[in-house]
T-cell receptor, first 111, second 115 residues
Framework: AQSVTQLDSQVPVFEEAPVELRCNYS??????LFWYVQYPNQGLQLLLK??????LVESINGFEAEFNKSQTSFHLRKPSVHISDTAEYFC?????????FGTGTSLTVIP | KAGVTQTPRYLIKTRGQQVTLSCSPI?????VSWYQQTPGQGLQFLFE???????NKGNFPGRFSGRQFSNSRSEMNVSTLELGDSALYLC??????????????FGPGTRLTVL
């Protein structure tokens, strides 16, 4: 079975500062990794995913995540956050059968 | 192409009642998954339906059930509601099912409050 741990439930950060949201997973098989974002009163939207190939993946709005197999991590980073990045972020792992989600990290960007 | 729609968006029920939630997937998607989202618990997988058959099931009591119709629309039902069932229920659709190459698209959710 797989599981996902998001170590920080809440992350406050000042606007234009860098941020890292941490995600660790456990799995006995090869997995695929995802970050989803949830804005208030909305469903989840896919932010980025790692399937294979380059371990560094990027989203169109400046976020990036790096797959680290030895540390079983998939941390999400952004060098400079905006107010509009305030949202809930979920890390997820998938085998070929099912998705497993972390408990989420609430990112609050402070003006 | 229209996204995943869920109805109703908000629902208030009392303990002991039952409730039915509806999900219409993206056109052409045959897999529908349901999740329960609560603060501190994140998303908990309820079940997945593919071609009108329940293919995967999470660890929820039998009070939670679902079905899928021939047009891929899905409903989930919760009987004998408990206070702890208050949550955001999310539906996600994908082309062929769960897994990396079948990206899940989420609806806005139904907020269920049990009084």
């Amino acid at each position: 079975a797989q599981s996902v741990t998001q170590l920080d439930s809440q992350v406050p950060v000042f606007e234009e500062a860098p941020v890292e949201l941490r995600c660790n997973y456990s799995s006995s098989v090869s997995v695929y990794l995802f970050w989803y974002v949830q804005y208030p009163n909305q469903g989840l939207q896919l932010l980025l995913k790692y399937l294979s190939g380059s371990t560094l993946v990027e989203s169109i709005n400046g976020f990036e995540a790096e797959f680290n197999k030895s540390q079983t991590s998939f941390h999400l980073r952004k060098p400079s956050v905006h107010i509009s990045d305030t949202a809930e972020y979920f890390c997820a792992v998938s085998s070929t059968v099912q998705f497993y989600f972390g408990t989420g990290t609430s990112l609050t960007v402070i003006p | 192409k229209a996204g995943v729609t869920q109805t109703p968006r908000y629902l208030i029920k009392t303990r002991g009642q039952q409730v039915t939630l509806s999900c219409s997937p993206i056109s052409g998607h045959r897999s529908v998954s349901w999740y329960q989202q609560t603060p501190g618990q994140g998303l908990q997988f309820l079940f997945e339906y593919f071609s009108e058959t329940q293919r995967n099931k999470g660890n929820f009591p039998g009070r939670f059930s679902g079905r899928q119709f021939s047009n891929s629309r899905s409903e989930m039902n919760v009987s004998t509601l408990e206070l702890g069932d208050s949550a955001l229920y999310l539906c996600a659709s994908s082309l062929d099912g769960q897994g990396a190459y079948n990206e899940q698209f989420f609806g806005p959710g139904t907020r269920l409050t049990v009084l």
